[in-house]
């Protein structure tokens, strides 16, 4: 019987020649990464040497990866102290894939793992952080985990008792209409299967629309996969993968790509013709309660988010700047632009695109987190309403139990902060 | 039998029962204060230590959604509280198991406010309405786990047999 492009990952990780769904395997972790959180993994993780009198060192300090992101300069004592200890921790162990708060090698996890090539296709990759799974778009099966799991890995080198995910394939056809794009697609997708519709399964990406797409905008969609509860969400290696890797991340050695059997098991299809698609809105309180664009225009916009890991790459920023060039921010509406790693912020200054937006009246942060989960800066006001590019908007989310978080693409965040509603960015009203 | 303490209903996130402006406190022992921090009656109670533990939270569908955040369970486990819900988000259920947080997956529950319920080796039975639900086996793969009391002792005790 054929296997999924995980199963034959998770096979290879775990020595085995095939597996099936429902087998439970222990794969090898081929890159374990944790961001402000490690603060908690270092306490589970000493507490499991406790007491076996075995030197706490993790199992293979250059596996493991480690970037500050989330509260990035850091907001309170508190912050900066888990950062002290992390700093501390990942001195005495060794760890080397290790991005402190920098202006040259900072960002967000989730950019940072594929611009400097820590993903490869067919790794196992855990993280302690849901949105891990971005980097299937490099081929690689990786999934959130928790703190104490995290732990458990750093000391044994494996994730324990993983059972074999069954998959949905979703193939996509057509080009994307002007103005709509990658998160549009994942957006569309995730108000059709729901907010669980891929709970304990993954997203395998195919279709020549897949095919075409550029990295950055497969990790949107790869990235948003968990928004559908997907464990995983996957992009086999193919051509732009390894185009990626070579040009983008400077990677020298031998890249593997794995495709799925012709005859492999799948618990659904579900196919996509984006030739149609319109811009697409995640409405709060949920990330499936998705609209088209137009039974949203003209709804008032008190703050703008463009960045994150979802939409936080230069071709995101090209696209927004490219709108906003010349124009001004509406009065009312403030905007924040947080590019998704330091490099990102260095290429977008040499094109221009910072000096667009500032001119617009933007407010460019630092490469991290920023608001999107709500515990460091641009918080809204009681009742306000957010127009973001990131990728969650349950209540609360943004720092403000009774604010409203909509879920959007770079263009049309761009197009609404001109006029400070809900804009279409095809027409401009 | 144990009593429910509060129903909600589907879609809770972690961002619901932990906010993230909370997320620079990470230590089991200090997560508990900011259980369910939004709905502030709920989490005065769970403070005031109102409910005995073993008391029941239930949820609708999708539990635990959105972030990796293992403070949701943590600041549960710290109340001694359950959660029986119709269909639990994979990381939280996860998160639960590792930690020894009591979670009942219960499709087709059906519990008020107030009810008192008996969780048994495979059913729910509500003894305030008289109806008796199925659960849904939790991961087969996970017993392991669950029978080390968590996942810190099962790695110990990995770790200990590959060092032995």
């Known amino acids: 019987m054929g296997m999924t492009v995980v199963e ?5 990780a775990s020595g085995l020649p095939s597996v099936k769904v429902g087998d439970v395997v222990e794969p090898q972790v081929d890159l374990a990464m944790s961001h402000e959180n490690a603060a908690l993994v270092i306490n589970q993780f000493q507490e499991v040497f406790q007491g076996t009198g075995i030197e706490p060192k993790v199992w293979d300090p250059s596996r493991i990866a480690i970037i500050f992101d989330h509260r990035v300069p850091a907001e309170s004592p508190k912050t900066a102290t888990n950062h002290k200890k992390i700093r501390d921790f990942v001195k005495a162990n060794g760890i080397t894939k290790f991005h402190d708060v920098r202006g040259d090698v900072g960002g967000i996890c989730h950019q940072i793992l594929p611009e400097y090539g820590y993903v490869r296709p067919g790794f196992v990759v855990v993280g302690t952080d849901s949105h891990t799974t971005s980097h299937g778009a490099l081929g690689a099966f990786s999934f959130g985990v928790g703190a104490t799991e995290m732990a458990s890995a750093w000391s044994l080198g494996i994730a324990v008792n993983i059972e074999v995910p069954a998959t949905i394939k979703v193939v996509v056809k057509g080009e994307f209409p002007s103005m709509v794009g990658p998160k549009d697609l994942i957006l569309h997708l995730i108000g059709q299967l729901t907010a669980q519709g891929a709970n304990f399964k993954v997203l395998e990406f195919h279709g020549e629309t897949i095919r075409k797409m550029s990295t950055s905008g497969r990790i949107a969609i790869c990235n948003m996969s968990v928004e559908a509860g997907a464990t995983s969400g996957i992009v086999p290696g193919d051509e732009e993968t390894v185009r990626y890797l070579r040009e983008e991340a400077s990677v020298t050695d031998a890249i593997t790509c794995i495709s799925p059997d012709a005859d492999a098991t799948y618990v659904r299809t579900v196919e996509i013709d984006v030739s149609a698609l319109v811009p697409q809105i995640a409405c709060p309180h949920m990330v ?3 609209k088209p664009i137009d039974q949203v225009l003209g709804t008032k916009i008190q703050q703008i988010v463009i960045g994150s890991c979802t939409n936080g790459r230069l071709d995101d920023l090209a696209d927004a700047a490219a709108i906003l060039r010349g124009k001004k921010v509406a009065e009312g509406t403030r905007m924040l632009v947080f590019p998704a790693s330091s490099k990102i912020f260095a290429q977008a200054l040499d094109k221009g695109y910072i000096h667009d937006f500032m001119r617009a009246g933007a407010v460019v942060m630092n490469s991290g987190c920023g608001p999107c989960l709500g515990v460091h800066e641009g918080a809204l006001g009681d009742g306000e309403s957010a127009l973001s590019t990131t990728n969650r908007n349950f209540k609360g989310r943004m720092g403000n139990p009774t604010g ?6 770079p263009v049309v965040a761009a197009a609404s902060a001109i006029t400070g509603v809900i804009t279409d960015p095809r027409t401009g009203a | 039998m144990s009593k429910v303490i509060i129903k909600l209903e589907n879609d809770i996130s972690t961002d619901d029962i932990y906010p993230g402006r909370f997320m620079a ?6 997560t508990p204060q900011f259980a369910f921090f939004d709905r ?4 005065a109670q769970l403070k005031a230590k109102a409910f ?3 008391s029941i939270i239930v949820g609708g569908e999708n539990f635990g959604c959105g972030s990796s955040r293992e403070q949701a369970c943590s600041t549960l ?7 029986v819900a119709k269909s639990i988000s994979r990381i939280f259920l996860q998160n639960s198991i590792n930690l020894g947080l009591q979670v009942v997956i219960c499709p087709s529950v059906e519990a008020s406010e107030g009810d008192e319920l008996e969780i048994t080796a495979d059913q729910v039975l509500n003894r305030t309405t008289g109806k008796a639900f199925e659960q849904v086996k939790l991961p087969a793969a996970r017993k392991g786990i669950m029978d080390a009391g968590g996942l810190i002792p099962y790695t110990r005790a990995r770790l200990m047999a590959k060092h032995a």
């Open chain 2, 77 to 83: 486990k710290g109340h001694e509280v359950a959660v």
């Open chain 2, 52 to 54: 005995p533990a073993g």
């Open chain 1, 288 to 290: 499936d309660n998705v």
């Open chain 1, 404 to 409: 409203f978080v909509y879920l959007c693409s």
């Open chain 2, 25 to 30: 406190t990470v230590l089991p022992t200090e």
């Open chain 1, 8 to 12: 034959k990952i998770l096979a290879r």
């Open chain 2, 40 to 43: 502030t009656e709920f989490n």
